[in-house]
């Protein structure tokens, strides 16, 4: 069929299943624009109106966080395209999977210095996955089946597709590409870990008296959340998770630890300090976790699992490192747990205790009676007030004491 290179850019979204792109229009995307009204009309996307392009960005990332799915974002050349940066640099940061698709001036007008011409290409090169600029509409659905894979598959990121604006009204005989139908010769990501190496991380296991789960967002981006109960059950290893491992593990189970890290807990830190082993699971070795790096679980052999090869060793050279999503590999080490001789429930047990002793002599809850409010009070008492509630926060040096804390809750002052 004839149809538009913008034409071709919306059914391709809709062929990958979007129900929802976060965007700003401008003068270089309005083609785009136009496909979009079409789109709505007929029910198949809902666009979502942002005030500011880094807004899209970011409900983007969010909308990947919260649904799973790959967020879209729309911005325009220029400095629409620039605005998107911020949210491009966190999603790839916190290997979130978005397609970011921005508006550019005509083919022929790149590299003239035209009206709201950025190399927006090459300022996000240190910040994406992968980028494209679509030179022939032809190959829009090839690129948006390409990106899609790309974006959601082994490390999830994002990726740009940049799109002249006479690309999306040129036409062309059209012929959608299937969701998965890619074949990228140089891209492979490895899913399974090697047998030979997750036998060896078994063995550690089974030997370890004091082993330490160390979780990040890998476990959470592969959905790995019953896998990683399960492992910690067969052999009660406690748990402790990084800022974006937070929701992998349930923090009121039995052997949760918390966070760890500069904002962690306190008995999270002792006990990463004092395991035998420690399983990393999904996780990169963070400053914002490790400290100083040589003084890190420095009594521990390490067991590290990740789908990017580039992180295993990068920070710590582990003593069993497994290449492969998180997932898979737990499903193949507890096959293996489950085949060996029966799981000693003691082996732990002294472990465990001292770090509830840890837990009881360093509580977060904050013992009564107080003589002036805390946090953790406001918090609690929201939690008991409003259950249902949601909360977000930032990150960096939070100042905000108690009682500014209060004036930002309404009805508080």
């Known amino acids: 069929m004839r149809a538009t290179g913008a034409f071709a850019l919306m059914d391709s979204l809709k062929h990958h299943g979007v129900q929802h792109i976060f965007g700003y229009p401008g003068g270089a995307i309005l083609p785009i624009y136009d496909e979009v009204y079409r789109s709505e009309q007929r029910g198949d996307i809902q666009h979502i109106l942002v005030r500011h392009e880094q807004g899209a960005a970011h409900a983007a990332d969010g909308y990947a966080r919260a649904t799973g799915k790959v967020g879209v974002c729309f911005g325009t050349s220029g400095p629409g395209a620039t ?14 999977p978005m397609v970011v698709i921005t508006g550019q ?46 974006a959601s598959t082994g490390r999830p990121g994002p990726v740009l597709v940049d799109i002249p604006k006479d690309v999306g009204l040129q036409e062309f005989d059209y012929v959608p590409v299937q969701p998965g139908a890619v074949h990228l010769k140089g891209y492979r ?15 550690l296991i089974q030997q370890a008296k004091s082993p330490l789960l160390y979780v990040g967002g890998g476990a959470i981006a592969s959905s790995a959340h019953p896998e990683l109960q ?54 990169r070795f963070d400053d914002r976790v490790t400290g100083k790096l040589e003084e890190f679980a420095s009594r521990a052999k390490v067991i590290h699992i990740d789908v990017d090869p580039a992180e295993v060793g990068k920070n710590r050279a582990p003593t069993v490192p497994i290449v492969g999503s998180v997932k898979p590999v737990l499903v193949e080490l507890l096959k293996l747990a489950q085949q060996s001789p029966t799981v ?35 918090i609690f008492e929201l939690g008991r007030q409003a259950p249902d509630a949601y909360y977000t926060t930032d990150v960096a040096n939070i100042r905000c004491g108690p009682l500014s804390f209060l004036r930002m809750v309404p009805g508080t002052g």
Not at 116 to 128: A, K, N, R, Y
Not at 131 to 138: G, N, Q
Not at 273 to 279: F, G, N, P, T, V
């Open 83 to 96: 605005n998107l940066v911020t949210g491009i640099a966190t999603a790839h940061m916190d290997s979130i």
């Open 105 to 150: 001036v005509n083919r022929a007008a790149i590299g003239s210095d035209a009206f709201q011409e950025t190399d927006i290409f090459g300022i996000t090169l240190p910040l994406v996955k992968h980028s494209y600029v679509v030179r022939d509409p032809e190959d829009m659905a090839r690129i948006i089946a390409e990106a899609f894979h790309i």
């Open 189 to 203: 990501p490895t899913v399974k870990g090697n047998p030979r190496q997750i036998k060896q991380a078994l063995e």
């Open 230 to 283: 399960a492992l910690a059950e067969w052999f009660q290893i406690p748990v402790t998770t990084t800022l974006m491992g937070k929701g992998s593990f349930d923090e009121s189970h039995p052997l949760s630890v918390g966070m760890l890290g500069m904002h962690g807990t306190a008995y999270a830190n002792f006990a990463v300090s004092e395991c035998d082993l420690l399983i990393a699971v999904g996780a």
């Open 344 to 378: 000693d429930p003691n082996q732990t047990q002294e472990w465990r205790t001292r770090i509830q002793r840890w837990q009881q002599d360093y509580p977060l809850t904050v013992p009564q009676p107080v003589h002036q409010l805390s946090p953790q009070e406001v």
